[in-house]
C-alpha cells in the first residue's frame, strides 16, 4: 500500500467546527461521525455536495425563469413609466447611452448568474461521471464562481436603494417587480449551490482513477 | 495512524434529506405562475381606428374609469385601407368588458372652449378609453373604436332628456347645464331630428340634481350675452363665464308650478333666451299656436307682413297669428287670413278694427321702435256690433278709441300745427291725456282735433277750460329780452296740447268741442271782452293782425284783422280795445301810425324822435289820443270808424283828458 496521498485515503478528517483531526475508521450505514471533542458532525466531504448542490441549482435554474420573464422594476417619472424586466431594462440602459452601467447590470444580472448556473452544472457533471479532465482548471472555476457569486447581489441592492430613495409620489416612483424576488431567489439559490459544492470530489475522482490505474 | 489521532465518535443519523424539497417548493412555485399567467392572461381583443396616432405597441393602456385595465400589444395596418388595427390584451377582470355595445377610443389632450380635458394624457400618452356595453350583451372581441371621446354614457344614473331647438346657436358637445348658473349637467350631444326640423339636443343632468327637472321646467338657450335694449337703458346678461364662451344650457321652474318629476328621455322646448321661456310668454306662444277663431282683414298692402310670423295684438298681449296672405281677386289690396285665439272670439265683431303697427318717428318720438326687431304686427281693437269674420284694415291708427276710459273731447282749430296722433295733452307740464287724431270739419275750413284725456285726469277738464298749442318753442323777443316758453321737450318736437281750467264750472262731457287758441296769450286774453272800432288807412305798412294799439304807450287793445275797402281805395283795420279802456275812444280822437322809426332832423330843431316805445316803433302799431274833455265829442258805439293818421300832430301829443275807465 502506498503511503496515502490524501486525508481521506489516510481516513483523516477535521471538525468543521473546531478544526480538531480525528482519525475517521469505517462509519456503519444509519450512523455518524461527531467531533470527540465539540460534538459537531463530522464528514470526510461535505454531506450529501452533490446531492444538496443539484437541489440548489435546479431551483435557481427554476427561478431564473421568473426573474426573467417578470419584470424587476417600474419606474413611473410624471405618471408615465412601464415595468421593465432584466433583458429590457440593459436594453434601455443602452438606448440610453449609460453603457457601462448596461454593462454592469449585464454582468451581475444575466452573465454572471448563467456563468455560475453553467458552471456549476458542469462541475456536477464532471463529478458525476468522473472526468479527469484539466482538475486545476475546474478548481479554478470553482473559486471564480465562489467568489463572484455574491456580486449578482448588487443588482437586487440596487434596486432595494431605489425604490427607497426615489419615492416621490406622483413625480417619480419606482416600483420592484415580481421578477426582483424572484432574481434575489436566485443569487441566494447559487450561492447556497456554490457552497453546497465540494471541490475535493473533483480530485477525488482523479484519486479512484489513479488506485484504478 | 490510528493512534496518532482521536477516532471519530459513531451516532445513529437519520435517513431522509429534506434538501429536495427546496427545488420541490420552487418547481411548484413556477407551475403556479405559469398556471397563474394562463389562468389570468386576459382577453385579447382587437379594435379598428381610423388612426393609430399616439398609440403605441405594449405601452399604450385601456382605462376604464381611470383604471388600468388593459394594454395595446400590437398595432397594425389594415391592407388596403386607411384604418389601422389595434391588437390588445384585457385584463381578465376587465374581459367582461368586451361585450356589445362596448366603445372604445382615444383619450387625446383636448383644448376647447368649454374645458379641457385629457390633460394628463400630455405626459402619459395617449390611452385608450372604454366604456362598456350594456350589461348582459353577447361577448364580443373585434370592436371599431372612435377618435373622439363619445357621448356620455346613456346609462349613468341621472337623467337624460332631450330638447328640441330651432337651431343649435352655440352648444357643444360638453356645454354645460346650469340651474341657477350652477352646473348641473352637460349637453351631450345633437344632432338633427328625424324630419330635420328641428335640432335634438341631448341633455344629462347629473343624478343629484335629476330632481330639479319637473315636466314644467323651461330651458332656454344661456351662451352669449343678452343685451335687453330699451330707451331707459340697456341691460346686459350672461349666465357663466364657461357658457358665455362655449354656449350652455339654463333652466328654470315656473314659480308656484312644480309639475311631476321628469323621466329619462322627456323631450322639452329650448327656448332662444330667458324671457322668451318665461311663463307668460310660453303660455302666449301655446296659445297662438293652438287653433283659434279664422278671421279675415283686407289691407292695402301686405308690407311687412309674413304669415306665420306677424302676430295680432291687442294692448301688447298676442291675441292671433297671420296664417296666410293672399292677393284680393279685384287686386284691390291684400287679404289676410288671420287665427284668433280662442278668448279673443268675443272681439271679432262689427266695428272691430285693425291696423298695421310699424316704426315711426312721431309725436311721442320714436314709436313702434320695437317692431323694428320684432317685425310689424297688427293692432286690434274689438268691436260691439255682431259677430263677423271679415274686416277692413286701417292704414293708420284710428281716432279715439270711444272704448277707452277718460274724457274724449275734440278740439277746433283753424290749423293743425303741428299735432299729430300721439302728441301730448299737457297740464302743468304733466302729460294728462293724448291727441287721438284728426279730421276737418264737414266744410273744411278748420280742423277737429280729438283728445283724449285720462281717465284719471278727466276731472281736469271743465267746460270752460281752454286750450292752446304748445308745439314748437315760442320766442317773444322784445327790446327788453327774449322769452323762451317752451312746454316738455317731446312737445317742442312732436306738438302738443296745453289747457288750463277756471276756477268752477261743470265738468266737461263726452264729445264736446273746445276752441284750440294758438298759445298761451290768446287763449288767456279772450277773457278780456274787446270794443271793436274800425280805422281806415291808405296803406297797411307794417301793421298787421295782433300789432298793438296804445293809449299814452300803454297797450289797450290791439289789431284783430284787416281787408280792403270795398271799393279797394283804402285798408280796414279792425282793432279790438279792451272793453274797461273803451271809454278812451270818443268822436274826435285820433289814431295814427307808429309803426316804423320816425325821425325827424333839422339843424334848428335837432333830433326828433317819436315818442312812442321802441318796440311799437320796431314792430309796429298804432297808437291814438283824445282830446281834452270839452272837446272829445260823444263816446262812440262799436263799429266806429276812423282815419288812420301816418304821422300824429304835436298838439294830439299834449291833450290829456280825463277819462273815467270802466270797472273790470
Request: hydrophobic letters at 55%; proline letters at 5%.
Given at each position: 500500500m502506498k503511503a496515502p496521498r490524501t486525508a481521506r485515503e489516510a481516513h483523516l478528517l477535521n471538525c468543521h467546527v473546531c478544526n480538531k483531526l480525528c482519525f475517521a475508521g469505517t462509519t456503519p450505514q444509519g450512523s455518524m461521525?461527531?467531533?470527540?471533542?465539540?460534538?459537531?458532525?463530522?464528514?470526510?466531504?461535505?454531506?450529501?455536495?452533490?446531492?444538496?448542490?443539484?437541489?440548489?441549482?435546479?431551483?435557481?435554474?427554476?427561478?431564473?425563469?421568473?426573474?426573467?420573464?417578470?419584470?424587476?422594476?417600474?419606474?413611473?417619472?410624471?405618471?408615465?413609466?412601464?415595468?421593465?424586466?432584466?433583458?429590457?431594462?440593459?436594453?434601455?440602459?443602452?438606448?440610453?447611452?449609460?453603457?457601462?452601467?448596461?454593462?454592469?447590470?449585464?454582468?451581475?444580472?444575466?452573465?454572471?448568474?448563467?456563468?455560475?448556473?453553467?458552471?456549476?452544472?458542469?462541475?456536477?457533471?464532471?463529478?458525476?461521471?468522473?472526468?479527469?479532465?484539466?482538475?486545476?482548471?475546474?478548481?479554478?472555476?470553482?473559486?471564480?464562481?465562489?467568489?463572484?457569486?455574491?456580486?449578482?447581489?448588487?443588482?437586487?441592492?440596487?434596486?432595494?436603494?431605489?425604490?427607497?430613495?426615489?419615492a416621490f409620489g406622483n413625480l417619480a416612483k419606482i416600483h420592484a417587480g415580481l421578477g426582483a424576488r424572484a432574481f434575489a431567489l436566485v443569487v441566494v439559490f447559487t450561492i447556497f449551490a456554490s457552497m453546497s459544492f465540494d471541490p475535493r470530489l473533483i480530485w477525488d475522482s482523479l484519486g479512484d482513477d489513479r488506485k484504478k490505474g | 495512524m490510528e493512534k496518532d489521532f482521536d477516532r471519530v465518535e459513531i451516532k445513529k443519523k437519520s435517513r431522509f434529506s429534506f434538501i429536495w424539497v427546496i427545488p420541490l417548493v420552487a418547481a411548484l412555485i413556477g407551475c403556479y405562475l405559469v398556471y397563474d399567467y394562463y389562468v389570468n392572461r386576459g382577453l385579447s381583443i382587437t379594435i379598428i381606428f381610423f388612426s393609430g396616432e399616439g398609440l403605441e405597441a405594449d405601452k399604450t393602456l385601456i382605462r376604464f374609469e381611470g383604471v388600468e385595465v388593459g394594454k395595446v400589444t400590437s398595432i397594425e395596418l389594415i391592407r388596403g385601407k386607411k384604418n389601422v388595427k389595434v391588437s390588445a390584451t384585457l385584463d381578465k377582470s376587465a374581459a367582461y368588458l368586451a361585450r356589445q355595445g362596448t366603445i372604445f377610443w382615444v383619450v387625446k389632450p383636448q383644448l376647447s372652449a368649454a374645458r379641457i380635458s385629457g390633460l394628463e394624457t400630455m405626459l402619459t400618452g395617449v390611452y385608450i378609453g372604454i366604456r362598456p356595453g350594456k350589461e348582459g350583451g353577447v361577448k364580443k372581441t373585434d370592436f371599431v373604436g372612435l377618435d373622439k371621446p363619445p357621448p356620455a354614457d346613456p346609462n349613468r344614473p341621472g337623467l337624460h332628456i332631450i330638447l328640441r331647438s330651432q337651431d343649435l346657436g352655440s352648444l357643444q358637445s360638453g356645454s354645460p347645464v346650469l340651474y341657477r348658473q350652477i352646473e348641473v349637467g352637460q349637453v351631450e350631444e345633437h344632432k338633427l331630428a328625424e324630419d330635420n326640423k328641428w335640432v335634438d339636443v341631448n341633455l344629462y343632468i347629473f343624478e343629484e340634481y335629476a330632481g330639479l327637472v319637473r315636466t314644467t321646467t323651461r330651458f332656454w338657450n344661456a351662451g352669449g350675452v343678452t343685451v335687453t335694449g330699451s330707451l331707459s337703458g340697456l341691460k346686459v346678461r350672461a349666465e357663466s363665464l364657461s357658457a358665455l364662451l362655449a354656449g350652455g344650457v339654463a333652466f328654470d321652474n315656473p314659480p308656484g308650478d312644480y309639475g311631476e318629476p321628469c323621466e329619462n328621455n322627456a323631450v322639452f322646448d329650448l327656448y332662444e333666451d330667458r324671457e322668451s321661456a318665461s311663463a307668460e310668454v310660453v303660455q302666449e306662444k301655446e296659445e297662438v299656436l293652438a287653433p283659434g277663431i279664422p278671421i279675415t282683414i283686407k289691407f292695402k298692402t301686405a308690407e311687412g307682413i309674413e304669415s306665420g310670423i306677424t302676430v295680432v295684438k291687442y294692448k301688447g298681449i298676442t291675441v292671433g297669428k297671420v296664417t296666410e296672405i293672399s292677393v284680393a281677386e279685384d287686386l284691390s289690396g291684400v287679404i289676410l287670413s288671420v287665427q284668433l285665439v280662442e278668448k279673443a272670439k268675443g272681439g271679432a265683431k262689427e266695428g272691430a278694427r285693425f291696423w298695421v303697427v310699424k316704426p315711426g318717428f312721431g309725436a311721442e318720438g320714436l314709436s313702434g321702435l320695437d317692431t323694428i326687431i320684432s317685425g310689424r304686427y297688427i293692432e286690434a281693437r274689438p268691436g260691439h256690433g255682431p259677430p263677423k269674420s271679415d274686416f277692413i284694415g286701417l292704414d293708420k291708427p284710428p281716432l279715439s278709441d270711444p272704448d277707452e276710459p277718460g274724457l274724449h273731447i275734440v278740439l277746433k282749430a283753424p290749423e293743425l300745427g303741428s299735432l299729430s296722433p300721439g302728441s301730448p295733452v299737457l297740464h302743468q307740464q304733466v302729460k294728462v291725456g293724448k291727441v287721438e287724431g284728426h279730421e276737418f270739419t264737414e266744410n273744411g275750413d278748420s280742423v277737429l282735433i280729438h283728445l283724449h284725456i285720462f281717465e284719471k285726469f278727466a276731472g281736469l277738464v271743465k267746460e270752460q277750460t281752454r286750450f292752446w298749442n304748445v308745439s314748437g318753442i315760442q320766442v317773444s323777443a322784445g327790446l327788453s329780452g327774449i322769452k323762451m316758453r317752451t312746454e316738455s321737450l317731446a312737445a317742442i318736437i312732436g306738438g302738443g296740447v296745453a289747457f288750463e281750467t277756471p276756477a268752477g264750472g261743470k265738468p266737461a262731457r263726452n264729445g264736446q268741442v273746445f276752441q284750440l287758441y294758438t298759445d298761451y296769450e290768446s287763449a288767456s286774453a279772450p277773457a278780456v271782452e274787446t270794443f271793436d272800432i274800425i280805422l281806415q288807412a291808405e296803406r297797411l305798412g307794417s301793421l298787421g293782425a295782433g300789432k298793438p294799439v296804445y293809449y299814452r304807450s300803454v297797450q289797450v287793445g290791439k289789431i284783430t284783422g284787416y281787408e280792403l275797402a270795398d271799393t279797394a281805395d283804402h285798408v280796414n283795420i279792425h282793432v279790438g280795445i279792451e272793453k274797461r279802456y273803451a271809454p278812451l275812444i270818443c268822436e274826435n280822437t285820433r289814431f295814427w301810425n307808429v309803426s316804423g322809426i320816425g325821425m325827424n332832423f333839422s339843424i334848428l330843431s335837432g333830433a326828433k324822435v317819436k315818442t312812442e316805445?321802441?318796440?311799437?316803433?320796431?314792430?309796429?302799431?298804432?297808437?291814438?289820443?283824445?282830446?281834452?274833455?270839452?272837446?272829445?265829442?260823444?263816446?262812440?258805439?262799436?263799429?266806429?270808424?276812423?282815419?288812420?293818421?301816418d304821422e300824429p300832430k304835436d298838439k294830439w301829443l299834449k291833450w290829456k283828458p280825463e277819462i273815467k275807465l270802466f270797472e273790470n
Open positions: 461521525a461527531v467531533c470527540p471533542r465539540c460534538g459537531a458532525t463530522m464528514h470526510l466531504r461535505k454531506q450529501d455536495s452533490i446531492a444538496r448542490t443539484w437541489a440548489f441549482l435546479i431551483t435557481s435554474i427554476i427561478l431564473y425563469i421568473p426573474a426573467n420573464v417578470y419584470p424587476v422594476m417600474t419606474v413611473t417619472i410624471l405618471g408615465k413609466g412601464e415595468p421593465d424586466t432584466i433583458a429590457s431594462g440593459v436594453v434601455a440602459l443602452i438606448n440610453a447611452g449609460m453603457w457601462p452601467l448596461a454593462l454592469i447590470v449585464f454582468m451581475a444580472s444575466i452573465f454572471v448568474p448563467l456563468l455560475k448556473m453553467l458552471g456549476l452544472t458542469v462541475l456536477l457533471l464532471s463529478v458525476k461521471f468522473k472526468w479527469r479532465w484539466r482538475p486545476v482548471q475546474r478548481t479554478v472555476m470553482y473559486r471564480i464562481i465562489e467568489m463572484i457569486g455574491r456580486w449578482s447581489m448588487v443588482d437586487i441592492f440596487m434596486i432595494s436603494i431605489l425604490v427607497a430613495v426615489v | 316805445s321802441m318796440e311799437a316803433i320796431l314792430a309796429g302799431g298804432v297808437a291814438f289820443a283824445t282830446p281834452d274833455n270839452k272837446k272829445m265829442g260823444k263816446p262812440v258805439s262799436e263799429g266806429a270808424v276812423f282815419k288812420l293818421y
